[in-house]
């Protein structure tokens, strides 16, 4: 099923209201906490856990470009505008235990995740991190990615099944549809997929690895999945370059509405 969202500029406003409602305190604040879990030998990864009261579910979000946020104890970023990265707190307000990821210990230095995201050591990190979210929470466990980070979130879900560690279910928004340097999600084993499958996209993305023209690339390997669903949208801004964080790419300025949306879909009944 097709479901597609239409969304205007009024969400600049309403999310504009949210956070001065959450500066004053009318929105509860959520506990946070900087972990560093071993994974590899000698390897740890690193992640931010931001966790409301009454948690329905996790997420794990995924930066896109290369992966490093340059995170340090206390949770601080160097890089932090990615839309998902952004966006963490939005997670947390619709009762998800969102989880932000940084490169792993041995991928701080430059090229960090590029080129590294499908393959074993970067399964093994965040099979880590999984872990540890069903022992302290025992919730279902969404990866979630955008641009580059669906790289990942696929990846990892057509290599682990539930039952081998792997996530309950995956969402991908601003998809890799289409990629000259490495594996687009269209080319991966996807037809291993048993998961639910949500994918978000904007109907303007114009980055040229993301554009919606290819998206039956996508939709048609997921035909297979009982629970499966796209939605798309519109509106926002559109600032700077067409594949970074502050164009149609990045959700710009309807960051609100795309996370209510993903949040109803993944605590859905199925």
């Known amino acids: 099923m097709l479901r597609f ?48 009261a009454n948690a329905r579910a996790a997420v794990i979000l995924f930066t896109g470009g290369d992966g ?30 969102t989880v932000v990821v940084d490169a792993p210990s041995d991928k701080q230095r430059y090229p960090h995740l590029s080129g590294q995201r499908q393959n074993a050591d970067h399964v093994a990190d965040i099979r880590a991190v999984m872990d540890w979210l069903r022992r302290e929470h025992r919730l279902p466990v969404w990866l979630v990615g955008t641009s580059r980070g669906t790289q990942s979130a696929a990846f990892i879900a057509a290599q682990l ?7 309950d279910g995956i969402v991908l928004t601003a998809t890799i549809l289409r ?38 690339l996508l939709m ?14 519109e509106g926002g801004l559109n600032v700077g370059d067409p594949c970074e964080a502050r164009a149609w790419h990045g959700f710009n300025g309807i960051e609100q509405d795309v996370v209510a949306q993903i949040a109803r879909w993944i605590t859905a009944a199925p």
């Open 161 to 167: 099944a539930p039952a081998e560690g792997g996530p």
């Open 68 to 97: 490093f946020l340059g995170m340090d104890s206390a949770g601080r970023l160097q890089r932090g505008g990615n839309f998902l990265v952004r966006s963490r707190q939005l997670f947390a307000d619709q009762g998800l235990v």
């Open 5 to 52: 969202t239409l969304f205007s500029h009024l969400a600049t406003a309403v999310k504009g209201l949210l956070l001065f409602a959450a500066a004053l305190g009318a929105i509860p604040a959520h506990a946070q906490q900087v972990i560093d879990l071993p994974t590899r030998p000698g390897i740890t990864q690193r992640a931010l856990v931001i966790t409301p």
């Open 220 to 233: 048609n390997r997921l035909a297979h999945l009982q629970r499966k669903d796209l939605l798309v949208f």
């Open 179 to 216: 990629d000259p340097r490495s594996r687009a999600v269209p080319e991966m084993a996807l037809e291993k997929l048993r998961i639910p499958v949500l994918v978000a996209h904007h109907r303007h993305d114009e980055c040229r690895v993301c554009l919606f023209s290819d998206m039956p």
